[in-house]
T-cell receptor, first 116, second 113 residues
Framework: DAGVTQSPTHLIKTRGQQVTLRCSPKSGHDTVSWYQQALGQGPQFIFQ???????QRGNFPDRFSGHQFPNYSSELNVNALLLGDSALYLC???????????????FGEGSWLTVV | AQKITQTQPGMFVQEKEAVTLDCTYDTSDQSYGLFWYKQPSSGEMIFLIY??????QNATEGRYSLNFQKARKSANLVISASQLGDSAMYFC??????????FGKGTTLSVSS
């Protein structure tokens, strides 16, 4: 049973560029959430996608956008990169139907983004 | 607003000893879920244990147990018989509005031989 997979694992971008991060949820899960974790901090919720629509959004600017595909996989796009966007980006998958139980929220290994 | 507080930036323990990592939370919701995750230096967030607000029994998963005191709004993680591989960052989190996890700042656990 494949867990949550994310790509790429590491990447370096220049200020002003755009980046796309990808996530495939755990088998059987239909909901994908994205989190940003700055160094030394806890993860911060960016947004959640369900049925190919943004279901909820955290306190992040419009430069952060996303997409969910029919196979439940998801992309996180960040435009006009700033130095402060350097962070670990984590994808979490869950299943709306089974509710908020611990067995339904799993994270991937994350994508380390460095903006120079 | 919902909030998670972890007051221990770092904890040190010797192998085979038990350790308690503190977590307090603030919410006005009656129904909520509390989680603990382990994050090694590789970055992956590993699920450890979950406690629902209506669960009457404290959750246990192998060497991990959650000491849930609802009236005090605390959800402390207890790791029994610590192992060297337990050295990592530990995060307490609460599910907000059924969608977003709100995380604390984490506690770094160091296990020595």
């Amino acid at each position: 049973d494949a867990g949550v997979t994310q790509s790429p694992t590491h990447l370096i971008k220049t200020r002003g560029q755009q980046v796309t991060l990808r996530c495939s949820p755990k088998s059987g899960h239909d909901t994908v959430s994205w989190y940003q974790q700055a160094l030394g901090q806890g993860p911060q919720f960016i947004f959640q996608y369900y049925e190919e629509e943004e279901r909820q959004r955290g306190n992040f600017p419009d430069r952060f956008s996303g997409h969910q595909f029919p196979n439940y996989s998801s992309e996180l796009n960040v435009n006009a990169l700033l130095l402060g966007d350097s962070a670990l980006y984590l994808c979490a998958s869950s299943s709306i139907g089974t509710g908020p139980t611990g067995n339904t929220i799993y994270f991937g290994e994350g994508s380390w983004l460095t903006v120079v | 607003a919902q909030k998670i507080t972890q007051t221990q930036p770092g904890m040190f323990v010797q192998e085979k000893e038990a350790v308690t990592l503190d977590c307090t939370y603030d919410t006005s919701d009656q129904s909520y879920g509390l989680f603990w995750y382990k994050q090694p230096s590789s970055g992956e967030m590993i699920f450890l244990i979950y406690q629902g607000s209506y669960d009457e029994q404290n959750a246990t998963e192998g060497r991990y147990s959650l000491n849930f005191q609802k009236a005090r709004k605390s959800a402390n993680l207890v790791i029994s018989a610590s192992q060297l591989g337990d050295s990592a960052m530990y995060f307490c989190a609460m599910l907000q509005a059924g969608t977003a996890l709100i995380f604390g700042k984490g506690t770094t656990l160091s296990v020595s031989s």
